[in-house]
C-alpha cells in the first residue's frame, strides 16, 4: 500500500470570538493518495471548507488557531512550516479552487497577469513563454479566444467564466493534490461535465490527487474514489464511494440519500432531514446529529455520549451508537449500479 499523499491527522480548529472559542473542526482525519479523489461531503457550516483551508494555512490568525493535529504532506508536517515554506506550497504542489471565484479574483488586475504571476512564481517562466502557459491552461477550461481573456479583467466575464479561470490558474503549475471546492457550483450541467471530465483526464495524466468538497451525490458518485461525510465538525463516516452508496450506515449519510430525487419515480415530496445543522457555538450534548435522528427512541446514550468513529466493516467507519440493525434496515437508497442515474437525472432536469 502506498503512503498517503496528504494525511490528516487529529485536526482541532478554533476560532477566537468575544463569546469563547468556536471549533468548527474537530477530531478530523483524512487520508488521501496520489491519483485518488476523495469526496468531502455535508451540508453547509459542517466544517469542510474549513479543514481545506487549514491544509494550506489559509486561515487568519488570530484569530483562527490550530489547537492539536498534524497535516503531513510528502511526509512534512505543514503545520510546523512557516510562512515563507508555506508560499513555495501553495499553488505549486497543493493548489485550491475556491468557491467565490469573483472574491478569489483581483479585481483590479488582468486574468493574464493573475495566472502569469502564478506561473513566473513557481515555474520559473517569464515573458511569452509564461503567456504561452496561461493562455493553454484558459483553452484547457474550454474559454473560447484565449488569448484576447488573458487581457480582460474579472468583472469582463461572467460567473461560470471566472470560476473556469479559477480552475485554470489552480492546474496551471500542475500540483500534486489539488482541493476543489464546489469547482462547478456556477457553471451549467453541459460545462460541468466537461471541466469534471478535464480534472479526470489531468489527474490520470499527472497522477494528481483531489480532494473535492460538493454537496452533489451526482458528482461524488462519478468521480471520488471514497469518501468522507462531515457533519458538525467532524467526520461521521468514510467509505470507498461504492460502500457508502450501497450501504450507507449513519443516520445523517442515510439522510442525504434519501433526499436525492429518484429518476422516474412517483410525484412526491422529497424526503428532508429536520432541522439544521447546529451552531457551533451551541453544539448539542452528545451525539451532535442526535436532534435531528430517526433512530433516537429515548436512549439517554445518544444525548450524553459522543460516539467515536469505529470499522463497521473493511475500510467503512462511521459514528454511530445505534449501528447495528440499522445497516440496510427500510431505506430505499441509491446503490452502486444506479450511481449514473444520479448524475443523468440531474442532467435531465436542467435540460427539460
Known amino acids: 500500500m502506498p503512503e498517503p499523499l496528504l494525511q490528516v491527522r487529529d485536526l482541532n480548529v478554533a476560532f477566537e470570538t468575544s463569546r469563547g472559542d468556536v471549533r468548527p473542526v474537530r477530531d478530523v482525519n483524512l487520508a488521501i493518495y496520489p491519483g485518488q479523489t476523495l469526496a468531502v461531503v455535508g451540508e453547509s457550516g459542517c466544517g469542510k471548507s474549513v479543514t481545506a483551508m487549514s491544509i494550506l494555512q489559509l486561515l487568519p490568525k488570530p484569530p483562527a488557531k490550530y489547537l492539536s493535529g498534524q497535516i503531513f504532506f510528502q511526509g512534512r508536517d505543514l503545520l510546523q512550516l512557516g510562512e515563507s515554506e508555506m508560499r513555495s506550497i501553495r499553488g505549486k504542489d497543493i493548489a485550491m479552487i475556491f468557491q467565490e471565484p469573483m472574491t478569489s479574483l483581483n479585481p483590479v488586475y488582468t486574468i493574464g497577469d493573475q495566472i502569469i504571476e502564478a506561473v513566473t512564481l513557481h515555474q520559473g517562466k517569464s515573458g511569452r513563454a509564461a503567456s504561452t502557459i496561461a493562455e493553454a491552461a484558459l483553452a484547457d477550461v474550454g474559454i473560447a479566444d484565449p488569448a484576447r481573456r488573458l487581457g480582460e479583467y474579472p468583472h469582463q466575464m461572467s460567473g461560470g467564466m471566472r470560476q473556469r479561470v479559477m480552475i485554470a490558474m489552480a ?54 474514489d471514497s469518501v468522507a ?5 467532524r467526520v461521521v463516516e468514510t467509505a470507498t464511494v461504492e460502500e457508502l452508496f450501497d450501504h450507507p450506515v449513519h443516520p445523517y449519510t442515510e439522510g442525504l440519500f434519501k433526499s436525492i430525487p429518484k429518476l422516474g419515480a412517483d410525484r412526491h415530496r422529497l424526503d428532508t432531514i429536520p432541522g439544521t445543522v447546529p451552531n457551533p457555538q451551541r453544539f448539542p450534548g452528545g451525539c451532535k446529529f442526535h436532534p435531528r435522528c430517526h433512530r433516537m427512541q429515548g436512549d439517554q446514550t445518544c444525548s450524553s455520549v459522543e460516539p467515536n468513529l469505529r470499522e463497521v466493516k473493511q475500510k467503512h467507519w462511521a459514528s454511530c451508537h445505534r449501528i447495528d440493525g440499522y445497516q440496510t434496515a427500510a431505506v430505499t437508497v441509491p446503490s452502486i449500479s444506479h450511481k449514473r442515474q444520479v448524475t443523468a437525472g440531474a442532467a435531465t432536469e436542467v435540460s427539460a
Request: charged residues 20%.
Open 229 to 233: 461525510v462531515m457533519y458538525a465538525s
Open 171 to 224: 492546474l496551471s503549475c500542475q500540483p500534486k493534490l489539488l482541493i476543489a471546492d464546489e469547482p462547478t457550483t456556477a457553471l451549467d450541467v453541459t460545462i460541468q461535465a466537461q471541466i469534471l471530465e478535464l480534472l479526470r483526464k489531468l489527474q490520470k495524466e499527472r497522477n494528481m490527487a483531489i480532494m473535492l468538497i460538493t454537496h452533489d451525490l451526482g458528482v461524488v458518485a462519478e468521480n471520488a
